[in-house]
């Protein structure tokens, strides 16, 4: 293979067919169903599923399938099979689902509106994860370009990741003849540390989320007249947390929710922390004079990827500032966001951690924990020579630097279900989620060159996949 060629030709791609059509579906608002409960009857995922297929029909190889599959009551996936030189398979996931809008764009952005800055396309759900499935067919076609040989090649999009991958295991089971049996697996919906360098994704965290409420009257009260005698609801929720986290530190308590760091993931978040430097804080927009939670950068690796860490990420019973009264709230419900080291049991967090919360309520308060369903974290398993060797080839051909590893602390539910399915095939986990990009939240972007450098990375990975299993 001329890699020469098949960088020139993915980066033609990006620039002449990628990008309008990526940019096209960054003006479609198909949030995940958890988002838009009635997004069946809105029609804006089947405008993002007809765009997706529509383009990647148009530029699969020669010889390959698309099929829109829809089980009743389910989002639908787009299946895609292009048969290789071998009977061997590689699975290619993305999704196509997004996050909502959020508030705080800068003036001239929107996320329903492609905006090219800087080599940055900004807009919701361009990085996480819609150029997952451009991107793969892209590899595909580069490949063929030359007629490089490669294994059948499977492509799976889904549309509910951002809702917790709840459809997935039903297709994955309805597929499974169509599938096969995976002995590679690429996800290009995880992260790097940087642009510079192929990443790839060794853990993820697990997630257990839930609802604390909190009530104690069945309406509100003058404060001045109730204050001292009736204890505060958000009081309550305070010192309910504080049995889940230390306030000063952070450090979640639950030691179940804890586990013991292999000794090669701390070898590599030191790997990584010395790789960063300043950027493994640094890539956050603290506002001036605010300052990380530790100064050690592999600590704050480490911290990012195998161990617990709560957040409070929503709140009802606490009125708008400007309706504010002078009022004892009767009810306060926060909700709660639990990560988790990558080998710890979701369910089994869940649960403790609606024990602790519900044990004995302050001043007899009515205390309840709501749990939504938990999602299990992931950790790689060891990496083949062969792959450790394509994954330095392909980094080293397209970008010019050898390839770096480290776990994620954000969560993609597919991967554990794929592990415990699929127990012996290899993950190339990798994304374009890099500094500043900011998915979930406002001013996501897209870094161009750095999804198009991937592109080619994806493509050096299956021709050396087929050079060492030929049969």
């Known amino acids: 293979m001329n890699a020469d060629r098949l960088s020139a030709w993915v980066g033609r791609a990006w620039t002449e067919r990628i990008l309008p059509a990526i940019s096209d579906y960054i003006r479609i608002p198909n949030q995940s169903p958890l988002f838009d409960p009635q997004w069946e009857s809105h029609g804006h995922m089947q405008r993002a599923v007809e765009l997706v297929s529509t383009w990647c029909r148009r530029e699969l190889p020669a010889g390959s399938s698309l099929e829109v599959v829809q089980l009743p009551g389910r989002t639908p996936v787009i299946l895609m099979i292009s048969p290789g030189a071998s009977e061997r398979t590689v699975l290619l996931y993305g999704h196509l689902d997004k996050q909502p809008p959020m508030t705080g764009w800068e003036p001239g952005l929107d996320p329903w509106v492609p905006v090219l800055r800087d080599g940055k396309l900004y807009g919701r759900g361009g990085a996480d994860d819609g150029y997952a499935a451009f991107a793969s067919v892209t590899a595909l076609g580069a490949l063929a370009e030359q007629k490089v040989p490669r294994a059948r090649c499977v492509v799976l999009i889904e549309a509910c990741e951002e809702s917790g991958s709840v459809d997935l295991p039903a297709y994955i089971e309805a597929l499974a003849g169509r599938i096969g049996t995976p002995d590679l697996v690429v996800c290009l919906d995880s992260g790097c540390g940087n642009y510079e360098q192929l990443w790839c994704t060794t853990s993820l965290r697990g997630l257990a989320t839930g609802t604390l409420v909190v009530e104690t009257l069945t309406e509100g009260v003058h ?115 639990m990560r988790l080291p990558p080998t710890c049991d979701g369910q089994a967090a869940l649960e403790r951690m609606r024990a602790v919360l519900e044990a004995d309520p302050p001043y007899g308060a009515h205390v309840r924990f709501e749990p939504e369903t938990p999602c299990d974290g992931w950790n790689a398993p060891e990496l083949l020579p062969w792959l450790n060797g394509a994954m330095e080839l392909a980094s080293e051909a397209c970008f010019g630097r050898p390839p770096c590893f480290m776990g994620e602390g954000g969560s993609i539910p597919f991967m554990a279900m794929l592990g415990r399915r699929y127990p012996q095939a290899q993950f190339l986990i990798t994304g374009v989620l890099g500094p500043q990009s900011n998915a979930h939240g406002p001013n996501e972007f897209l870094h161009v060159d750095a999804a198009t450098r991937l592109t080619g990375c994806v493509a050096h990975v299956l021709a050396e996949h087929h050079r060492q299993f030929p049969g």
């Open 223 to 337: 404060s001045g007249d109730a204050s001292g005698i009736v204890p505060g609801t958000f009081r309550i929720a305070r010192e309910l947390i504080a049995r889940l986290e230390d306030g000063k530190s952070g450090a979640v308590r639950l030691p179940e929710l804890h586990v013991e760091i292999p000794k090669q993931r701390v070898a590599q978040a030191r790997a990584a922390s010395a790789e960063l430097g300043g950027d493994v804080a640094g890539k956050f927009p603290f506002l001036p004079g605010v300052k990380a939670v530790s100064d050690e950068t592999a600590e704050l690796v480490l911290n990012r990827t195998w161990r617990p860490a709560l957040a409070v990420t929503g709140q009802e019973g606490l009125p708008a500032l400007q309706s504010a009264g002078n009022v004892m709230l009767p009810r306060t419900a926060l909700k709660l966001s």
